[in-house]
């Protein structure tokens, strides 16, 4: 029998939370116990995991005495606050906000993409941004063939991504319009019923928006190759889960619609659905739920050199956040890294 380890979902109440749970019950972790931590609100409810349920315990510097592997879904301020503490008690922690993702002390990891970066771990490793999550998936195989050197994208995000406010603001403005009612907005800038908004996050100085930005930062630090051009335009688009992406590439060398099919099929975590004749492409509505990226209207632009475009499909609550978090830790166990030497590193952020 093999070694189990103690694990602790921080945030474990919200949807990303949920789904961590659910896919470590799923995968079958190999966990001796699951500690459900969440604000101090949460405490003493309970959260569902396998046939039975957990008892969500309050969040605190002291939570993680004991325990191995940390996975956080709690805000970014919260990841802050708590997981140098985690580090520091020994536990490597799994962060799914953005605090950590740009540290040069935390790899910035997905797992089919660079999962050597994880040997450098300081005790915080960083879950990237649900959308570039799925992006990377798919251009790192297509990098290794005919090395990228500029990504266009365009994103159709899923409401699901904001939050359970999100989800049920999109399900009240739809009930409120067909009842010829004035919808309610309160999460979003403006009604996203029937309706795309060119803005997710904050605009910037520069006129892009965070998340646009994120994309941009996140790809290069992930795939590890500064040469590579991103930009980026993100759309927040009326459905409950599941990103899509329109992708624009050019290449050093030609790659052919035909060669990147079969680099991509063989690709690990990828699934190429790409027969427009029978009207097969990946969607939304086929993503929620499953594992993998999907990856499809895969043709050639004669608009550039060695140009390409194609569409990518993934669940952004799975794969692009709970899913990704859980194969990160598993790939931290086949690696045998969750117990490191040095994590004075994050002392300073622990306030010691």
Known sequence: MGTHYVVAVAGATGAVGREMLKTLEQRNFPASKIKALASSRSAGSTVPFGDGELLVEELTEKSFEGVDIALFSAGGGTSQKFAPHAALAGCVVVDNSSAWRMDDRCPLVVPEVNPDDLDWHNGIIANPNCSTIQMVVALKPLHDAAQIKRVVVSTYQAVSGTGHKAITELETQVRQLFNLQEPEVKVYPHRIAFNCLPQIDVFLDNGYTKEEMKMVNETVKIMGDPSIKVTATTVRVPVFYGH????????????????ARAVLSRAPGVTVLDNPAEGIYPMALNAAGEDDTFVGRIREDDT????????????NIRKGAALNAVQI??????KNLVTVSD??????????
């Open 244 to 259: 899509s992406e329109a992708i624009n590439l050019e290449f050093g060398r030609k790659l052919t619609a035909d060669e």
């Open 304 to 315: 550039i050199e060695n140009g390409l475009n194609l569409w990518c499909v993934a669940d």
């Open 343 to 352: 994590r004075t590193v994050f002392e300073a952020d622990a306030g010691l």
């Open 329 to 334: 830790a598993e790939k931290l166990i086949e």
